[in-house]
């Protein structure tokens, strides 16, 4: 096991100078040089900001960068074979024996239609001539090693049927099937909860203790401090920096490298702005600790006035959905309470009922049994008509930001139609306080979502809610869609937001690095029911209830070399 | 008549025996094969393969004798005596005999047979007495010249008792008859199955051969359309096509590989009927101006590639005792003009529309899409613009069957076109008696043209009566001029009757009485 | 190398607008064409289409006659130009027919409860299970034939298809983030429907609409085939086609030209709907 | 619990099946007896026979037809009801037996019409997806000019072509399969047409979806990812508007059954409306409504098949 098993040498891909009659312009060059070893039985990841070309050169490795892109390397040694020129013939043998891939979009990378064992099975059929009953046997092996529940039964499935993890799972299992000794994993555990994605990085590193040669693609250092060897640092298509894990992470000399770890809000304490950490946002005294001090004050008086009633209240709240045959609890009998400028933070793994309760706050749903209280006054009870005068006070952020705007309208029109439903002044100067609010350029006004940054556009939908100048505003995974250094701005954002109005914040998210960084309390589901509710630093050093303990265990943390501190 | 048009490429040779004719009908199907049963073309075409009637016509159109052998009236034309021949048994074995007569007149004149042609032909027809075996007398109310004539269409063909006994549905399927060929099967929408009949010897006294027929039988398919039904001889797929259109005659003989039959059909010529029971056609004038402007002769000219000849009666050409009179039909727009201005419709709008008191001079024209051909569709269009240079709005409704019997019912039409075959000159009572006019809202009526003379009445009425043939001829003749004179009508051509077929085909012809194709006599040669 | 192209359309997404086909140029170029034949036919006649020459008749195209003439020594060219306005005519109305009751349905079954939509789904089936031939046979039997009578039929036979389009689009849009996002903010129903519902709802019925016109057409013709289109002498381009179907041996020019115009329509208003569908999903 | 879920849904599907032919047949029944026009004419011989005054009386009592319309329409309901379908006016046998003879026929043409524009469609799509942009114009051009081509005149041409000039094929339908070709030609292209410009657009989308991409990192051949993968996604909405075709294609068939003479529905109902057949009429169309709804369950179940998400998007 001499040769390492991928070698690059100055890899470079361009898009957009294909010859085609139409759209001749330039060719833009997204991966400039990129240098690259793998070495059997070790893991390598490639990190930087989304656009950075990672995933380009992921697929460039494999020849599937597209007949739109030309493709350059002074070396291109996939499992030991030359691949610089290879034909199209070539390259399927490399694909699946050489080299197994796990795309980026694990969610839509298996055919719907299609059983996963026939997924699964494809490469063995392919490249081994295998039979079907001997393909769908060594599928059910396959799943059975990346520890799918119930091989047997789930092999017939297909991914429409199966959880995200699962999918994410599957999908590995098919790139091991011919157990190749590189093994490309592109964003394995995006978007799936911690539990699950604890499973997936072992599976990573059982495939690198078997000799497989592992590179590993994130933008998401946690994740990448657990297992890789070696991490690649990427910029705008180069790479910046490159070494040992412990010794990237630990020292980091370049600024994106250092821009991507200090996004990462796992190690950043409330109130400290992610992205500025000169300067904590927090300087001030919360308007509520104020209000607090104030209350507390006054308790030295005779006739302690009643406590404030809290801006949103949830009071033993049920909810169920008929599905199929059965029922759903979606959630069972929850209740709690949001202060005027602090932020319940609601975590639990897929399907504990986090979006449920999102909905019973926006009064979206109607609750089985409990009632929801928007600053101390009914709120669910109510018919819709009689809401609909007090909708503007409580405002909502969603994780599909793009999916929440009416495809047809400019930035503009959103805005002004949130002003309208909050009965202000629906004037150009208004929109313009909102997207100066937001930090959004103005002239992102006259423009369609469509042309605007996944972060500009999470924006757009915070000044949305922002509209109606709000009391309560409700977060559901407002960041899980965005990378890390986008990520670490919204949520600056929102912190600031907080500061200067006083918001209370119901927010959801299943990453305990965002929920810890942006919490006062925090609430823990599980199944429908809050198994664990406390204040944020206590319940996160000093889990009372298994579920939370494991959630925290799982959750991937930023290891140092040295473990100190990574901010100056 | 029968006159083959293209010659026969190859010298007709010995009869063959053998082989299964296939005969495509572009007519409808009939919805019985009893043709007693209601009674139309499409019955009477296949009908004569296996049913006989008591007489029939030559080709001069002299009544010659077929299942009855000869037959007298009594003086005062009251009483016919039929003599039927004594060797004839229908295919189910059962005798021909005077009691068969009797039984098929009953059945003819019974109302639940639903019979309408053939039982319109025994009108006068009260009774048939079986004086013996063989000899069937007829009884009528009052005397009937045309009943000869009448007994020789296929639709007062004589059918077996025993199968008119089975009842009505079982005898549609199959009738029971004398004829060459026996209704094996019928499969709707696609064929009937004819067998040869081996123990046939009859036929009418002009027949070609003795003895059954040379076909071992007959398969007669139904394709409605006429391009396929040509395409389907071109290919060799079927041997004989009715309904040929006149592009496809054209074509045939110039390429001279298909022979032709031109039959034109008995009975009335093909004419457009001007309704004279209401405005603006009840006025003589504005008919007369209609005729004057429509210009025909050139249109048929193209349409029909030479294939049909103009006429200028209302008989068919093939009737001995059509009149024709071309003078009163000639094209004349400034006449007509004239003529239109006198009638008072003299204001005309942008269109060039006349009017009279604001009523517009529209012409409703409903075109039966079944019945009239494209070609004639295209000549109603070329009416419809060259009358319209003289003021006339020519409305053409193309509507499907019944909504054109709807249309004629409820009398919304001007001008219609309706082909009527019947063996005679007796036609003319049919089409033209005021009797013919039913007033009430439904029923068929035959005088579409609602021609109500009462000089006309007398005359048709003493011609059906008269026994003596240059008296009936001169009654005819009289009758005729009034109609024509009238400008009732406006005459087009014959009913067109033309057959393609296969020079395999030989000896077939069409019969003199209703111009149907019989294949008695016919064979497949190699 | 399909390979190649097959994964760099996966990198690269649907979302890039496409820059202005040729075809589509050439679609425009067409309709641009047929709006003058309808609204100033005379412009582009050489002959009235109306004034028979029998002895004129089955001139094969000519210069003097561009497409020849017809059994009635007609101008085949200057009928099909006149033809124009009312095929279209018969295109359009159907399909305005066929949407505007594909709405109510739709909107009905989408917009109403749970009820509704389960009796508008039947009624729907009832329609769709209904042969459109015998539908137009009916309706013309009922009414007379004529473009009128053919324009219902084919109208209300096509109008099952888009309510059940019509009825998907509303309930995937009434489900949408942004109709959600409309509600928390307080905004009343009527407001969504007309603002957000209707509007995306009702954006792909333009592409439908563009892709009914030309299948209206051929519709149209088979019943003129049947005899039951528009009336003589109005030139129709069904109805010019299936007179001259008798004569396709000896005068292929009396179908050929009417059936390319029908085919000519057809294909340009799929190629525009397709545009139009292309630059909508481009928006989206 | 799950099986009295499915119990009811099949009463409800069942309930739904026989709303559809009950509504279909009050539909048909009054619009028959609205349009202008006499069945005693049609009971008395139709085209050309000369019915009297006192024989159409005599048949409209015989019918029942002077009866009121409600009469008459809930004898018919009545006679429906105990699965019997009534006498022909025209040819006076059960329609039911009429119907039984002709079904075979037109069911054939369909099926085998849909069978062959599913393979042209899928041919075609296969083709225009992996051709070059040329051959993708090229293919394109083919779809949008057969889905424009009226039946009949796409008959007529193929019998000029076919029969006539070449000779390889009979004009008109016969006993051998061969009568058979150009019929279901004739309705399978403008169809094939229509389905493949679904399938291309279909299975374009799916070659742009990342398990395209996914498949061809496992070594799948250009041609593998078409047929494992994207025809299965392409077939989907084709199959959906299989019920519909078979609705389309029985109009087809009135035109295609009498140009090419074959015996059939499609003829029988034209006849039958222009006689006024009322039996008959109402007979076909109820079997004809019977067809579609056994098509729409049979599509349902296939695409189910094909596409588990079906059926957990309804349970959601
Ligand atoms: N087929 C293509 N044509 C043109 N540009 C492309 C193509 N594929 C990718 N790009 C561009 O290349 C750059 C790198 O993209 P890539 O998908 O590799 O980013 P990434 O680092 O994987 O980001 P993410 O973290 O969001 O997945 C981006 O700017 C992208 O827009
Ligand atoms: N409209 C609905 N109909 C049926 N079941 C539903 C519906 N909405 C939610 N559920 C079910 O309720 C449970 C809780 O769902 P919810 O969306 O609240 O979970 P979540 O915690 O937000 O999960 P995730 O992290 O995946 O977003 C799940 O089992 C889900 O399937
Ligand atoms: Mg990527
Ligand atoms: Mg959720």
Not at chain 2, 516 to 526: G, K, M, N, V
Request: hydrophobic share 45%; charged share 20%; net charge negative.
């Amino acid at each position: 096991m001499s040769a390492p098993v991928l070698e690059v040498r100055g890899l470079s891909v361009a898009f957009g100078g294909d010859g085609r009659r139409r759209g001749a312009r330039d060719a833009v060059e997204v991966v400039r040089g990129v240098d690259l070893t793998v070495e059997a039985g070790t893991c390598v990841a490639i990190v930087g900001e989304s656009g950075s070309g990672k995933s380009v050169t992921a697929r460039a490795l494999l020849g599937l960068a597209g007949s739109g892109a030309l493709v350059r390397a002074d070396r291109l040694t996939v499992a030991w074979a030359d691949r610089r020129d290879a034909s199209e013939r070539e390259w399927r043998r490399t694909r699946g024996v050489g080299a197994g891939l796990v795309l980026q979009d694990a969610l839509v990378s298996l055919d719907p239609l299609r059983t996963i064992g026939r997924e699964i099975g494809d490469p063995l059929r392919i490249h081994r001539r295998m039979s079907h009953a001997a393909a769908r046997a060594r599928a059910i092996e396959l799943l059975e090693l990346v520890g799918m529940p119930h091989p047997t039964i789930t092999v017939d499935r297909r991914s429409g049927e199966l959880s995200g993890g699962m999918r994410q799972r599957a999908l590995i299992a098919s790139a091991l099937a011919l157990d190749p000794p590189l093994l490309i994993a592109d964003e394995p555990t995006t978007a799936l909860d911690v539990g699950v994605q604890a499973r997936v990085l072992g599976l990573l590193d059982e495939a690198r203790a078997r000799g497989a040669g592992v590179l590993l693609i994130s933008h998401d250092l946690a994740v990448v401090s657990r297992i890789a060897d070696t991490v690649i640092v990427l910029d705008r298509g180069a790479v910046v920096e490159t070494g040992p894990t412990a010794e990237i992470l630990g020292a980091p000399r370049h600024p994106v490298t250092r821009a991507l770890i200090e996004a990462v809000p796992t190690e950043v304490p409330r109130g400290v702005g992610l992205t500025t950490r000169d300067r904590p946002v927090r300087s001030a005294q919360p308007v509520v600790e104020a209000a607090r001090t104030a209350s507390a004050a006054s308790t030295t008086g005779r006739t302690p006035p009643p406590p404030p009633a809290p801006a949103l209240e949830g009071i033993g709240l049920s909810k169920s959905f008929r599905v199929g045959a059965g029922t759903t609890h979606a959630v069972q009998d929850v209740s709690f309470r949001v202060e005027r400028g602090r932020t319940l933070g609601l975590v639990g793994e897929s399907g504990s009922g986090k979006t449920t309760i999102a909905r019973l706050a926006l009064a979206l749903a109607a609750p089985d049994a409990g009632e929801v209280r928007l600053a101390g006054e009914p709120w669910s009870p109510l018919p819709e008509r009689d809401r609909r005068t007090r909708r503007s006070r409580i405002g909502a952020v969603y994780q599909d930001a793009f999916g929440s705007f009416d495809p047809r309208w400019s930035v503009g029109r959103i805005l002004r139609d949130a002003l309208v439903a909050a009965r202000r002044d629906p004037s150009d100067a208004a929109v313009t306080a909102l997207l100066d609010q937001v930090h959004v350029p103005t002239d992102a006004a006259a423009r369609h979502p469509l042309a605007l940054s996944g972060g500009q556009r999470q924006r757009i939908a915070i000044a949305r809610a922002l509209a109606g100048s709000p009391d309560v505003l409700v977060c559901d995974e407002p960041v899980s869609a965005l990378d890390a250094t986008v990520q670490a701005r919204v949520l600056d954002l929102l912190d600031e937001l907080q500061r200067d109005h006083g918001l209370a914040m119901l927010f959801i998210s299943h990453d305990l690095g965002v929920i810890r960084h942006m919490s006062d309390t925090v609430a823990v589901m599980r199944s429908g029911r809050i198994v664990e509710h406390g204040d944020a630093e206590r319940v996160f050093t000093a889990p009372e209830h298994e579920v939370t303990a494991a959630l925290i265990r799982d959750s991937p943390r930023l290891a140092r070399g040295d473990g100190s501190a990574g901010f100056r | 008549g029968c006159t083959p048009a293209a010659e026969s490429p190859e010298a007709s040779g010995d009869p063959v025996t053998g082989g299964t004719l296939v005969y495509a009908s572009g007519d409808g199907e009939p919805s019985c094969l009893d043709p007693h049963v209601g009674g139309n073309y499409p019955q009477a075409l296949i009908a004569g393969q296996f049913l006989e009637s008591l007489v029939s016509l030559d080709d001069s159109g002299e009544v010659i004798p077929w299942l009855a052998t000869e037959w007298t009236a009594s003086d005062d034309g009251l009483t016919w005596d039929f003599t039927l021949r004594d060797d004839v048994s229908f295919t189910d074995g059962t005798p021909l005999n005077a009691e068969a007569v009797k039984v098929n007149v009953e059945h003819l004149k019974d109302p639940d047979t639903q019979s309408s042609t053939g039982y319109l032909a025994l009108g006068k027809v009260d009774s048939v007495e079986v004086v013996s075996d063989t000899v069937a007398r007829f009884h009528l109310s009052a005397p009937d010249s045309a009943l000869l004539e009448s007994l020789t269409q296929p639709w007062n063909a004589i059918e077996s008792p025993a199968g008119i006994a089975r009842g009505m549905e079982e005898n549609c399927l199959a009738p029971i008859g004398t004829g060459p060929f026996i209704v094996d099967e019928w499969v709707p929408q696609d064929h009937v199955s004819l067998v040869r009949n081996d123990d046939y010897d009859t036929g009418p006294a002009d027949r070609a051969h003795d003895g059954a027929a040379y076909l071992d039988g007959i398969e007669w398919r139904f394709i409605p359309d006429s391009a396929s039904r040509y395409a389907a001889l071109q290919a060799g797929e079927v041997d004989i096509i009715d309904n040929a259109q006149p592009d496809t005659l054209d074509q045939a003989a110039k390429s001279g590989t298909l022979v032709e039959i031109d039959a034109p059909r008995p009975g009335a010529s093909n004419r457009i009927e001007l309704n004279s029971g209401q405005a603006p056609f009840d006025d003589v004038r504005v008919r007369e101006a209609f005729i004057r402007a429509a210009d025909v002769n050139d249109g048929i000219d193209a349409l029909f590639f030479g294939t049909a000849e103009r006429s200028f009666s209302v008989l068919s050409s093939v009737e001995p005792l059509a009149y024709s009179d071309e003078t009163l039909f000639a094209t004349d727009l400034d006449e007509a003009n004239a003529l239109l201005d006198e009638a008072g419709w003299t204001e005309r709008d942008a269109d060039g529309i006349r009017s009279k008191d604001g009523v517009p001079l529209t012409v409703r024209f409903p075109v039966s899409t079944n019945q009239s051909i494209p070609a004639e569709q295209s000549l109603f269009e070329q009416i419809q613009a060259t009358a319209k240079e003289a003021g006339f709005d020519v409305q053409l409704e193309p509507l499907d069957l019944s909504g054109w019997y709807g249309a004629l019912f409820t009398h919304e039409y001007e001008a219609v076109s309706a082909p009527y075959t019947k063996v005679g000159p007796d036609v003319l009572r049919i089409l033209y008696h005021s009797d013919s006019i039913t007033p009430a809202p439904s029923g068929y009526f035959a005088n579409l043209a609602q021609l109500d003379d009462p000089e006309l009445d007398a005359l048709l009425t003493e011609a059906a009566s008269e026994s003596d043939p240059d008296a009936r001829a001169a009654l005819y003749e009289q009758a005729q001029q009034i109609i024509l004179g009238g400008f009732y009508a406006l005459p087009l051509y014959d009913q067109q009757n033309h057959f393609l077929h296969s020079p395999k085909l030989q000896g077939v012809r069409a019969m003199p009485t209703v111009s149907t194709p019989t294949f008695a006599d016919a064979w497949l040669a190699d | 190398m399909s390979d190649l192209e097959l994964s760099n359309r996966a990198v690269r997404g649907r979302a890039l607008p496409r820059p202005p086909r040729a075809g589509t140029v050439a679609a425009l170029a067409f309709v641009a064409f047929l709006a003058v034949a309808t609204v100033a036919p005379w412009l582009l006649q050489t002959a009235d289409p109306l004034a028979i020459a029998p002895r004129e008749a089955f001139e094969p195209p000519s210069a003097a006659h561009w497409f020849g003439t017809d059994e009635s020594g007609r101008d085949v060219y200057s009928r099909v130009i006149e033809g124009t306005a009312t095929s279209l005519l018969i295109g359009v109305s159907a399909t305005a027919i066929g949407l505007a009751l594909g709405l109510l349905l739709g909107g009905l079954a989408g917009l109403g409860g749970r009820v509704l939509d389960f009796v508008v789904g039947r009624v729907n089936e009832v329609l769709f299970a209904f042969p459109g031939i015998l539908l137009a046979l009916l309706i013309i039997v009922l009414w007379g034939p004529g473009p009128v009578t053919a324009t219902i039929a084919v109208g209300l036979s096509t109008a099952p298809g888009y309510a059940r389009i019509i009825r998907g689009e509303l309930v995937t849009v009434r489900s949408s983030g942004y109709v959600e996002a409309a509600r928390v903010l307080g905004h009343g129903r009527a407001r969504v429907l007309a603002r957000h519902i209707l509007p995306n709802a009702l954006a792909p019925m333009v592409v439908l609409a563009t892709l009914g016109i030309g299948q209206a057409v051929v519709w149209a013709s088979a019943l003129s085939y049947l005899g039951l289109g528009a009336q003589p002498p109005a030139p129709e381009w069904g109805a010019m086609l299936s007179a001259g179907r008798t004569y396709i041996t000896t005068a292929w020019w009396l179908t050929v030209f009417p059936g390319l115009m029908i085919v000519l329509t057809t294909i340009t208003t799929t190629v525009l709907g397709r545009a139009l569908a292309a630059r909508d999903g481009a928006r989206r | 619990m799950p099986r009295s879920r499915t119990l009811r849904r099949v009463a409800l599907r069942l309930a739904g099946a026989v709303f559809v032919l009950w509504a279909v047949a009050t539909l048909t029944f009054f619009a028959v007896h609205l349009v202008p026009g006499d069945p005693a004419q049609a009971i008395l011989g139709g085209p050309g026979s000369q019915a009297s005054q006192e024989a159409l009386d005599q048949v409209r009592a015989d019918y029942g037809l002077d009866r009121p319309l409600a009469v008459q329409y809930l004898a018919m309901l009545g006679r429906l009801a105990s699965g019997d379908l009534g006498d022909s006016y025209a040819l006076k046998t059960p329609v039911a037996d009429l119907i039984a003879g002709q079904l075979l026929g037109t069911l054939t043409l369909a099926l085998l019409a849909l069978v062959v524009a599913w393979v042209l469609a899928i041919g075609l799509a296969l083709w225009s997806t992996s051709a070059g942009r040329i051959g993708r114009a090229i293919a394109a051009g083919i779809e949008l000019t057969a889905a424009a081509l009226p039946h009949f005149w796409l008959a007529t041409v193929l019998i000029a072509v076919f029969s006539t000039s070449l000779g390889w094929l009979p004009p008109v339908a016969n006993d051998q399969p061969s009568g058979l070709v150009l019929p279901v030609l004739t309705l399978a292209v403008p169809l094939a047409g229509f389905l493949a410009q679904l399938m291309r657009e279909q299975m374009l989308d799916a070659l742009e979806q990342p398990f395209t991409t996914s498949a061809l990192a496992r070594g799948e051949t250009a041609a593998g990812i078409r047929l494992r993968h994207a025809l299965r996604h392409a077939a989907l909405p084709a199959v959906n508007l299989s019920g519909w075709a078979i609705g389309y294609l029985i109009s087809g068939a009135v035109v295609v059954e009498t140009i090419f003479a074959r015996p059939g529905l499609g003829r029988t109902l034209l006849r039958a409306t222009e006689l006024r057949d009322v039996p008959v009429v109402i007979g076909v169309v109820l079997v004809v409504a019977l067809v579609y709804v056994a098509m729409t369950v049979l599509t349902d179940l296939v695409s189910r098949a094909i596409d588990p998400r079906i059926a957990l998007e309804e349970r959601a």
